[in-house]
């Protein structure tokens, strides 16, 4: 089945850097790469979806890029603020409806 | 306009002891699954289902049972828990197929098994 690393795990910023957060997939196959982020104590909500035809997408201050050639795709940040704060997930998904998530990433920003 | 429900919030269970998390959802999706999520390792997909009467396994089965008689509803029973069980449990749903279509997520069971 499909495995999907991501990194790093934590990552720190000051606030107005950049963050990117970077994942890695194993099934040639899988074809739609979303993002999720996820609050304390809340549920995981999508920030950002690519697919395979794509390379790259942008919305306001975040995007998203991939490589199919190298299996892997990133999420860029701009301008971070703290309520960018959260845990990110990659995932990735193939055609038989299997969605994997990569470990997470816990972005802080301080300001 | 409720989404995707889950109850109950909270829960704990002796070892040995079954129980059925509850999911709803009122966006007419086709695709429901239930994942886990323990600490440092995302989320794992235990079961989902393409519409109703159809049901398959994700990458943790073992110890779970699903079932999907209507389209709203998709429920997870555990069979004997374990402390190994212990974990948070989200619910969601996706319009269509899944490899097209963004995961919307129930608020989450959290079940602690002793």
């Known amino acids: 089945g499909e495995n999907v690393e991501q990194h790093p795990s934590t990552l720190s910023v000051q606030e107005g850097d950049s963050a990117v957060i970077k994942c890695t997939y194993s099934?040639?196959?899988?074809?739609?790469f979303p993002w999720y982020k996820q609050e304390l104590g809340k549920r995981p909500q999508l920030i950002i979806d690519?697919?395979?035809?794509?390379g790259e997408k942008k919305d306001q201050r975040i995007a998203v890029t991939l490589n199919k050639t190298a299996k892997h795709f990133s999420l860029h940040i701009t301008e971070t603020q703290p309520e960018d704060s959260a845990v990110y997930f990659c995932?990735?998904?193939?055609?038989?409806?299997?969605?994997?998530f990569g470990a997470g990433t816990r972005l802080t920003v301080k300001p | 306009n409720a989404g995707v429900t889950q109850t109950p919030k909270f829960q704990v269970l002796k070892t040995g002891q079954s129980m059925t998390l509850q999911c709803a959802q009122d966006?007419?999706?086709?695709?429901m699954s239930w994942y886990r999520q323990d600490p440092g390792m995302g989320l794992r997909l235990i079961h989902y289902?393409?519409?109703?009467?159809?049901?398959d396994q994700g990458e943790v089965p073992n110890g779970y049972n699903v079932s999907r008689s209507t389209t709203e509803d998709f429920p997870l029973r555990l069979l004997s828990a374990a402390p190994s069980q212990t974990s948070v449990y989200f619910c969601?749903?996706?319009?269509?197929?899944?490899?097209?279509?963004?995961?919307?997520f129930g608020n989450g069971t959290r079940l602690t098994v002793t």
């Open positions: 969601a749903s996706s319009s269509g197929q899944a490899i097209w279509s963004p995961l919307h």
């Open positions: 995932a990735a998904s193939n055609r038989n409806n299997d969605m994997r």
């Open positions: 966006m007419n999706h086709e695709y």
């Open positions: 690519i697919r395979s035809n794509v």
């Open positions: 099934d040639s196959a899988s074809n739609y």
């Open positions: 289902s393409v519409g109703a009467g159809i049901t």
